[in-house]
């Protein structure tokens, strides 16, 4: 990916500099900061799944508060 910024090292570099400076929109930023203070994995459905099944672990964010007694009965028999 990083090849794909420039022609040359120095276009490359200063193509990466200028993203660097760039800030985020308030939807990537929040969704940065769910994951990061759930401590799941940001990234494509694809990436999520295999960070899920290395770690043999939930890794989709989910919503605030204890789950309803009707998705408990849901998830374990998915499960």
Known sequence: MYCA???????????YAEWLRSSLDDEDLTAIRSHIQQQRALGS??????????LNRPVQVRPRGRLRTVELSEENSNG
Do not use: H, S, T
């Open 5 to 15: 910024l420039g022609a040359d090292p120095d276009e490359r570099a200063r193509a």
């Open 45 to 54: 459905p694809r990436f999520q799944a295999m960070v899920a099944k290395v």
